[in-house]
């Protein structure tokens, strides 16, 4: 077990990084020491594509091809691959994925990873997010040698504080964005708004919004995600709900919705709410929906 001194030093390095003022390759590198192991590494992963959005590892590993693992070798992991079907907090190593001989023949490991020295790994599940998928891992040299149990007990101790710190570092994220939406400025506004998340469920809806869906004149909530009776608009919105969202920059068209009452159509404009990093767009990834051309309330 590590002196106790050292593991509460990196302890106090991992708050850091949650405060965003830690320095990510020295800590990684100071938590890998704890293991006698080269280096670690933390990756923040799209759920839906399984793509690194956000990727580090200790300053030991400075040669790590970051590029071609982003654009290739993340995508074929066999690592990642199971580790992200773990559940929060679960523990994976080589062993529980692949045999010694299948490693051996594995692409990741041996055009990868092998060049730089390495080959084993203990990592861990520690945040899931309706969108992203956080994962740590120490990385290890053949000399090294495969995890045992002090490696494993090691990491099961240390897990707790890496995730307390992650939550926190997401929750900052959400309160920062919140901010940059302007949740309360909403309410002034004199048009319908809501604010989706990435699965189109509405996170917040101003006062003009929830009379407007009061009224299911063609747009409801069903199941906590915005739907419109409008086939046509509800395509369009599917399609545009895609395009508003990272990674796709491109500017949504406005459209029509017809309502029920066949009184005048409702035009929805969808935009892209802004992150200032992936942690914002992992923690609370959204949209913005107005509404307009539309009598609510007093308005006809």
Not at 2 to 27: C, H, K
Not at 56 to 80: K, M
Not at 207 to 228: C, H, K, M, P, W
Request: with cysteine; charged share 20%.
């Amino acid at each position: 077990m590590a002196d106790e001194t050292v593991f509460y030093d990196v302890v106090d390095r991992i708050n850091a990084l949650a405060l965003d003022d830690g320095d990510w390759p020295e800590t990684l590198t100071l938590i890998a020491d704890l293991f006698g192991a080269v280096g670690g590494s933390f990756e923040l992963l799209e759920t839906k594509t399984k793509q690194p959005v956000f990727f580090q590892y200790g300053s030991e590993l400075g040669d790590a091809p970051t590029q071609s693992y982003l654009a290739y070798y993340g995508n074929i992991s066999p690592r990642v691959k199971f580790g992200i079907t773990q559940p929060t907090g679960a523990i994976s190593y080589d062993h529980m994925i692949l045999s010694e001989s299948e490693i051996d023949r594995d692409e990741f490991y041996m055009d990868c990873i092998a060049p730089q020295g390495l080959r084993y790994f203990v990592g861990a599940k520690l945040i899931c997010s309706p969108s992203h998928d956080a994962v740590f891992a120490i990385q290890r040299s053949p000399e090294q040698g495969h995890v045992g149990r002090a490696e494993i007990a090691t990491m099961e101790r240390l897990l707790p504080y890496l995730q307390n710190a992650m939550d926190l570092k997401f929750r900052i994220a959400e309160a920062q964005t919140k901010a940059a939406v302007g949740i309360d400025g909403l309410e002034q506004l004199q048009e319908a708004c809501l604010i989706l998340s990435a699965t189109g469920a509405v996170l917040h809806a101003n006062a003009e919004a929830d009379a407007l869906l009061s009224a299911q004149d063609g747009v409801d909530v069903i199941n906590g995600r915005l739907t419109f009776a409008d086939k046509a608009a509800a395509r369009w919105y599917e399609t545009a709900l895609g395009r508003s969202l990272p990674p796709d920059d491109e500017p949504t068209p406005d459209f029509p919705a017809q309502r029920r009452s066949g009184r005048r159509p409702y035009i929805v404009s969808l935009r892209r709410v802004p992150a200032q990093n992936a942690f914002s767009r992992a923690a609370w990834p959204a949209a913005s929906l107005l509404l307009s051309g539309i009598p609510t309330g007093s308005r006809g």
